[in-house]
T-cell receptor, first 112, second 112 residues
Framework: QQQVKQSPQSLIVQKGGISIINCAYENTAFDYFPWYQQFPGKGPALLIAIRPDVSEKKEGRFTISFNKSAKQFSLHIMDSQPGDSATYFCAARTSGTYKYIFGTGTRLKVLA | KAGVTQTPRYLIKTRGQQVTLSCSPISGHRSVSWYQQTPGQGLQFLFEYFSETQRNKGNFPGRFSGRQFSNSRSEMNVSTLELGDSALYLC???????????FGSGTRLTVV
């Protein structure tokens, strides 16, 4: 079944803390796993992405951890800032296509 | 560098009418995809076009259609609008398989 399950639905973190968002999938025909950040009134913006042959990717304060055997991947936001308050979506791309399945989103609020 | 441009930003239509939304991708991007975003269903894939050909299609009724022009600009059309079509319609373009999407800010369609 082509589905990506994302949790939690909402998350409140103190400034300077670590925000962790998890996603799980079932379809093994996914070949690219991006994370998007969306602010109100804007379209989603690509944050960071990983391919299944890599277990971890880090860009600044953002890290993706990927567990191929468990079919899970997660986004870690280190030293979370109020400016990180947004909705985050994980996604998975069907191999050989530009078709993405998106998670349901996590609304992150970072308290100052 | 200009981003993905969607017009109009807001639209109010009456049930039963039809609507056309426009998208201009980033220069050089030949793949254009459309998504519907609603609070209940999240981001759902509508279709993807590459070099004027529809390559992928989501699970939406035939009332939803699209096309791409030779300059990569794309339009999507929804006929016989229903109240449930009220949503944010997002266009995204991509350069190649190695990159994720760049989304536009969307067209907010309200059907009354």
């Amino acid at each position: 079944q082509q589905q990506v399950k994302q949790s939690p639905q909402s998350l409140i973190v103190q400034k300077g803390g670590i925000s962790i968002i998890n996603c799980a999938y079932e379809n093994t025909a996914f070949d690219y796993f991006p994370w998007y950040q969306q602010f109100p009134g804007k379209g989603p913006a690509l944050l960071i992405a990983i391919r299944p042959d890599v277990s971890e990717k880090k860009e600044g304060r953002f890290t993706i951890s990927f567990n191929k055997s468990a079919k899970q991947f997660s986004l870690h936001i280190m030293d979370s800032q109020p400016g990180d308050s947004a909705t985050y979506f994980c996604a998975a791309r069907t191999s050989g296509t530009y078709k993405y399945i998106f998670g349901t989103g996590t609304r992150l609020k970072v308290l100052a | 560098k200009a981003g993905v441009t969607q017009t109009p930003r807001y639209l109010i239509k009456t049930r039963g009418q039809q609507v056309t939304l426009s998208c201009s991708p980033i220069s050089g991007h030949r793949s254009v995809s459309w998504y519907q975003q609603t609070p209940g269903q999240g981001l759902q894939f509508l279709f993807e076009y590459f070099s004027e050909t529809q390559r992928n299609k989501g699970n939406f009724p035939g009332r939803f259609s699209g096309r791409q022009f030779s300059n990569s600009r794309s339009e999507m059309n929804v006929s016989t609008l229903e109240l449930g079509d009220s949503a944010l319609y997002l266009c995204a373009s991509s350069l190649t398989d190695d990159y994720g999407y760049t989304f536009g800010s969307g067209t907010r369609l309200t059907v009354v």
